[in-house]
């Protein structure tokens, strides 16, 4: 029985396929069959007409990615070949932390994900074993462990810790934007009326627990920047 949230993805191949509309009903009466009953809600749907044999030039696929990241969903597919066939592209997903589940096969993403997280959790097993060895062989020996003793950050790695953060702000505003801009297409164009968009769809706030006119004016800035061309590109 279906629980949760969910991001539906659908693809069919060919244009003849999209226009017929065959190979999506088939999709979609499959996901209606797998969300029949249970506690669940579909968050956003996708639909893609497009080569399974890419998985760069997928703009709906990036699309569901983001949505699934934005509200905290699960992505759903009809048939777990309409997703990818490509191994690294669904280690991808697991390493950005995206459930996905085909209906087909609900447990598709373990059998194959699944299986390849499990030898890299094998290989950091083995490396926090042989760390902790070697900080138990260094405390035998009676060096000091634990604690900053009078240690400081450099400047370096502030500066990077500074990077990392605008670095997690600005993926989380480019995910943001296609919803943003959905908003502001249904007639939501004022600070207050975004805000209360993006409380009714669920989504988590920068800080707090609802999202504030400033909120959305810092987010709303940061993607205008993420936008905008770079100083080299105006130039030239």
Not at 76 to 102: M, P, Q, T, Y
Not at 128 to 156: F, H, I, N, P
Not at 177 to 197: E, F, K
């Amino acid at each position: 029985m279906a629980q949760g949230r969910f991001v539906v993805y659908l693809r069919v191949s060919t244009q003849k396929q999209g226009r017929s509309g065959l190979g999506l009903e088939a999709q979609q009466r499959a996901v209606t069959d797998y969300l029949n009953g249970g506690a669940w809600s579909v968050a956003a749907e996708f639909t893609e007409i497009e080569s399974g044999k890419s998985d760069t030039n997928r703009p709906q696929l990036q699309r569901a990615i983001q949505a699934c990241r934005v509200y905290g969903a699960r992505l759903l597919i009809a048939k777990f070949d309409r997703l990818s066939r490509d191994a690294h592209f669904l280690l991808g997903l697991e390493k950005a932390g995206i459930e996905f589940v085909a209906t087909d096969n609900p447990h598709a993403n373990r059998l194959t994900v699944g299986i390849m997280a499990l030898v890299a959790d094998e290989e950091r097993r083995a490396i926090s074993a042989r760390t902790k060895a070697a900080l138990a062989a260094a405390k035998a020996r009676g060096v000091k462990l634990g604690g900053d003793r009078g240690a400081t950050l450099s400047t370096e790695a502030k500066a990077k810790g500074v990077a990392a953060l605008k670095a997690r702000a600005d993926s989380r505003a480019a995910d943001l934007a296609p919803i943003v801009a959905d908003l502001r297409a249904s007639g939501a164009t004022s600070l207050r009326s975004l805000a209360a968009g993006l409380n009714r769809a669920g989504i988590a706030p920068p800080r707090g627990t609802t999202w504030s006119p400033m909120a959305v004016s810092r987010t709303l800035a940061r993607i205008d920047t993420l936008s905008s061309p770079s100083p080299r590109h105006r130039a030239a």
